[in-house]
């Protein structure tokens, strides 16, 4: 079978610079989102996402590099083609849902007929149809985060821009956007999902950006990176005090969540001899190497430059 043949970048950043006074948001920033795909750009808060998320949309001017959307340079005609979930709400909250729905689908340039189509067809499909009447201030935190969700694809846009978008959601709407955000793909659409967190991106994407303090420390596909850091972490169910993990000869790292634990190993540990050791002192009900997650691997890119780098002065959260 030939191999596929690699996707088109659909946006990309070359050399993307961004600094507010001293204090450097985003450096020297190279980003290629592939099209069709989920595109995870990750980082904890302050560490540049939201500023090249601004960039992308033409809110902010980068001090230096080249942004293309679509294979031209970004401009404010580039967001026609993106819809945008932004951190902050948009929302006119004395508005009812209803009318603020059909309001922006006019921005978007859709007729009457077609805008109450899509309108009614979102809120039922984030089950909003029985709030239509109710106006933005009434709903609570979650149902106005998918208002602004609705608001962002309304106008069926080929690249969706979202922004920490499971901000506000309890886990069963979570669970609802994620199976959303996965039919879109189908779909193809592109996603660059921005978030902080890491089990959210290692569910939904195929590529991954890692940054930190504004500067790339990981790019490409979530599996490959995973599969580049080798089965060097084991997961460990037991009963009994999970504290003689953290003693254990051959770990380095414990995550204990009561009943069981992700234990990141040692270089050239031995995990036969681990097991052995565990066996005696605690009762292990389920052992098994795994490659390590998106969050462990996350902490073992920036480790060394947390070490070496001084935090820089100011604060940039939310940045």
């Not at 106005?144 to 979202?162: A, R, T, Y």
Request: hydrophobic share 40%; net charge neutral; with cysteine.
């Amino acid at each position: 079978m030939a191999e596929a043949e690699p996707r088109q970048a659909i946006v990309r950043l070359t050399g993307v610079s961004k600094a507010y006074g001293t204090v450097r948001a985003v450096s020297g920033l190279d980003l290629a989102v592939p099209e069709g795909a989920v595109y995870g750009l990750l980082g904890p808060n302050g560490s540049g996402k939201t500023t090249t998320i601004r960039m992308i949309m033409n809110i902010l001017v980068p001090d230096a590099g080249r942004i293309e959307i679509q294979n031209r340079p970004a401009n404010a005609k580039s967001k026609d083609a993106i819809g945008y979930l932004p951190e902050e709400r948009g929302l006119y909250t004395k508005m009812k849902v209803g009318d603020l729905l059909h309001f922006f689908a006019e921005l978007k340039g859709l007729g009457k007929a077609e805008a109450t189509r899509r309108v009614n067809d979102w809120l039922e499909r984030v089950e909003l149809a029985e709030w239509r009447d109710k106006k933005i201030n009434e709903l609570s935190k979650g149902m106005q985060q998918k208002i602004q969700f609705i608001v962002s694809v309304l106008g069926d846009p080929p690249i969706l821009i979202l922004d920490e978008p499971s901000s506000g959601l309890d886990p069963v709407n979570a669970n609802l956007l994620r199976e959303i955000l996965l039919e879109l793909r189908t779909r193809g659409k592109t996603i660059l999902l921005s978030t902080h967190r890491m089990e959210e991106a290692e569910r939904l994407c195929d590529h991954i950006c890692l940054i930190h303090r504004g500067e790339k420390v990981l790019d490409g596909e979530l599996a490959a990176i995973r599969a580049a850091a080798g089965k060097s972490s084991a997961r460990v169910d037991y009963r009994g005090d999970g504290g003689v993990l953290r003693t254990a000869p051959g770990v380095a790292e414990v995550d204990d969540y009561g009943n069981y634990a992700e234990v990141r190993l040692a270089p050239g540990a031995d995990a036969a001899a681990l097991l052995r050791y565990l066996a005696g002192r605690i009762d292990v009900t389920g052992f098994a190497l795994q490659e390590p997650t998106l969050n462990q691997v996350f902490l073992q890119a920036v480790g060394g430059r947390e070490a070496a780098a001084p935090a820089a002065a100011g604060s940039r959260e939310g940045r």
